[in-house]
């Protein structure tokens, strides 16, 4: 075995290269797999079963386009060392970061009332109470954030959101046909107002405020510094990719089975989508393995959203915000963490209507995407020094894709609400 004497210069600059990137990676793979959320699966879900794969391509296509966006929030994090309420509020003042305090708060609630909305469902497929698959995600939630500092608590989130990795293995099973997958690329059917709606909807699940706050938070608490923005970057690709080839598996596997034969049934929540896919696969893989990807995807999600909202607490009204203190340094932010969690999962409990629900959560996030986007692109432009500041002709890019983003996102909202005229 080679000692570090006895290494080449190239041997060592690669290990080397290599320590430095496995330190940097985890924040944009964490925030990545959060994205793919109980609300996100089943959105794909609903692509696939009613345009089989005319939606595919949008798949890819929002590929670079998430990467765009979270790119800004590493370039933010590692060169202000700052978390995004932090930035906002030394920008722009003190009542605009509680404007944008407001947004996440609303976002990070609305996603974790998506997420034990999950994890209820799950519990229902089993026959169990889904008050059981609330709590259970509750004490989850707590136990890993009380007990671990920021390194830990990534490698938990990591691990359970590797839990959607399954889709992949539920969308080979389902036998797509390539050649229909091929021939529907090209076919989007853009004149149909539920089409739009589907395409809006998929753009509003895949960027969302609270991935924004986490992420940059999560740079600047895991102390990265500008020698890790090479890597950081490679992380949030990675997961970028990643996170979106998942959403493709799901509406794969929905395509060739639900979309093929029963286009119209109803999937709108974790049970309803586990049935229709049952028939198809299998109960194995209809039942068991489905809700073993959604329990991951919901987990990881969940983490995301509770701590990004106790972050931009923290950053906004300048309490100590940091997993790294224990509870008692800083109170304010375990205390603003543990209420929005009981308050969702509780609210889960409470509320019958959990289909109407999930609607209004992604509602509430669609209008906020102008809000929280025009912030990024604004602290891009305004707060970073002077080498790596949003300018030129991407600054130019980044505006466009931001505005159409937005804009889809804001329609995707307006039309859920009935008596739109673009319904």
């Known amino acids: 075995m080679a000692t570090d004497s006895t290494k080449s210069p190239m041997q060592r600059a690669a290990g ?33 079963a009613e345009w089989g794969y005319k939606l595919l391509l949008l798949q890819f296509i929002l590929m670079p386009i998430l990467y765009m966006v979270q790119e800004l929030t590493v370039r933010l994090g590692i060169f202000t060392k700052k978390g995004h309420g932090e930035l906002i509020r030394e920008t722009f003042g003190g009542v605009w970061s509680y404007v944008s305090l407001t ?18 469902g799950v519990c229902s497929l089993f026959g169990i109470g889904r008050w059981v698959g609330v709590v259970l995600g509750i004490v989850f939630l707590l136990l890993v954030v009380y007990t671990g500092a920021y390194r830990k608590v990534e490698r938990i989130a990591i691990l359970v959101g590797l839990f959607e990795l399954v889709f992949f293995g539920i969308a080979i099973v389902s036998h797509p046909n390539l050649h229909d997958m091929i021939t529907s690329l090209a076919d989007m059917p853009i004149g149909n107002n539920g089409y739009l709606l589907l395409v809006s909807a998929s753009i509003g699940a895949v960027i969302m405020p609270f991935m924004i706050f986490y992420q940059q938070s999560a740079v600047t608490d895991k102390g990265l510094g500008p020698a890790s923005y090479k890597h950081a970057k490679i992380d949030t690709a990675i997961g970028a990719v990643l996170t979106q080839a998942i959403m493709a598996a799901v509406l794969i596997a929905t395509a060739a089975t639900i979309g093929r034969v029963h286009p119209n049934v109803p999937l709108n929540t974790v049970g309803q989508l586990s049935t229709a896919l049952t028939p198809f696969l299998g109960h194995q893989l209809g039942r068991d393995v489905y809700a073993f990807g959604m329990i991951g995807a919901g987990a990881v999600a969940a983490i995301v959203e509770s701590l990004g909202f106790a972050w931009g607490f923290g950053e906004v009204t300048r309490v100590k915000h940091s997993l790294e203190h224990h509870v008692m340094e800083a109170p304010w932010f375990y205390g603003v963490f543990t209420f929005i969690v009981l308050a969702a999962g509780t609210m889960v409990i409470v509320v019958r209507n959990l289909v109407s629900l999930d609607i209004l959560v992604e509602v509430v996030n669609a209008f906020l995407l102008p809000l929280v986007l025009g912030f990024l692109v604004a602290l891009a432009i305004k707060a970073l020094p002077d ?3 949003l300018r030129g ?20 909202g307006l039309t859920v609400i009935p008596g739109f005229p673009g319904l």
């Open 393 to 412: 002709w991407y600054k130019w890019v980044v505006i466009v894709v931001v505005v159409v983003t937005a804009g889809l996102g804001v329609y995707g």
């Open 387 to 389: 080498g790596v500041r």
């Open 16 to 48: 080397v290269g290599l320590k430095a990137f496995l330190l940097a990676i985890g924040p944009g793979l964490v925030v990545m797999l959060a994205d793919s959320d109980v609300g996100s699966v089943i959105t794909a879900a609903q692509s696939g």
């Open 103 to 120: 947004g996440l708060g609303l976002s990070a609630a609305g996603g974790l009332l998506t997420e034990f909305t999950g994890f209820a």
